[in-house]
């Protein structure tokens, strides 16, 4: 496999659709420069979490818009409104205690399994990554298209682990490379995982050099700016933490790859994200007024000048 162009797509619930409108802008970016539209203008696709989602479903021939109407249609399926996920946090309770998942995770396996059926990972005709981390043996999983242990893998089964964020949704039981693994969200390791896609391009050819060689578009979903004062962020325990210390974490590994690959790829790493107002950066906000604010802010960022300039940049280059 030779990956020179990557394409990667960070996690970030909900807000990926978000990520699903900048792609429709990269596609019509690259469909003015008379270039082939995604996934087609990529060697390696990669993907965390909702980023893991929307890889795949590039893969199968999904187009951006697609996946943008499947976050609008399916998302109260996926996170139940009060009323439904009270019930069954009530059902849960006797057996997982009060501490449960917020969502039992149902919804997102019937949706997962309505948009890939019994596809398998290595039917993907584009190479793709996905993240996720096995906390029996406390390590990062890459699922790999184009490894042969993997190919076998269902492609929701493998979303479904990627997209597992604690406190969230429950852990995936699958058995991969004939291991039983408890799987999460890729966004605990890399929810930006554009580093681990460089690291694979490097691996698989030595004479790559990443800051001549290399290409890479990296589409975030939106970037939390909700401040954690010093006086909460002394006195917090467990219980305080228990939710944000999810977005820390994700937010904090995300702007880390983000610089390490500023550094290795040069003028050749194109970074798509923007700020998120306060209200707009929760996972699983799924009413009308929050999609609506979301819509608007990613198609504001696609207007803008600096952006447009960006995507002609990144079309040059591919």
Not at 16 to 28: N, Y
Not at 84 to 100: E, K, P
Not at 245 to 251: A, E, K, R, T, Y
């Amino acid at each position: 496999m030779q990956a020179r162009r990557i394409l990667s797509l960070d996690g970030g619930g909900i807000r990926g659709l978000v990520t699903c409108i900048w792609l429709d802008g990269v596609e019509a970016a690259l469909r003015d420069a008379g270039k082939p539209g995604l996934p087609e203008s990529f060697d390696l696709v990669a993907g965390s979490s909702t980023g893991a989602i929307i890889a795949c479903g590039l893969g199968i021939g999904l187009d951006a818009t697609q996946l943008a109407a499947l976050y609008r249609e399916h998302r109260h399926t996926i996170f139940p409104g009060m009323a439904r996920r009270l019930w069954s946090r009530l059902g849960r309770a006797f057996g997982q205690g009060v501490s449960a998942p917020r969502y039992d995770g149902t919804g997102l396996e019937r949706v997962l399994r309505e948009v890939f059926g019994d596809a398998r990972l290595g039917e993907l005709p584009r190479p793709t990554l996905v993240t996720s981390y096995d906390t029996i043996r406390r390590r990062p999983v890459m699922f790999k298209s184009f490894k042969p242990e993997h190919a076998d893998l269902k492609i929701w089964e493998v979303c479904r682990a990627s997209a597992a964020a604690p406190t969230y949704f429950p852990a995936h039981g699958m058995t991969v490379e004939g291991r039983a693994c408890a799987l999460i969200d890729g966004g605990v390791v890399a929810n930006n995982p554009t580093a681990s896609a460089i690291a694979e391009a490097l691996r698989k050819d030595a004479r790559v050099d990443a800051s001549h060689d290399l290409v890479v578009l990296s589409v975030g979903s939106g970037e939390r700016n909700r401040s954690i004062d010093l006086q909460s962020a002394r006195e917090w325990g467990a219980l305080e933490w228990a939710i944000p210390i999810i977005d820390v974490l994700f937010d904090g590994n995300a702007d880390s790859v983000d610089y390490i690959a500023r550094q290795l790829v040069g003028d050749s790493y194109v970074r798509m994200q923007a700020e998120l107002v306060v209200g707009l950066d929760d996972l699983d906000d799924t009413s009308a007024t929050n999609i609506l604010a979301l819509e608007t802010m990613a198609k504001e960022y696609l207007d803008r000048m600096e952006t447009k300039a960006r995507l002609r940049h990144l079309v040059a280059l591919l």
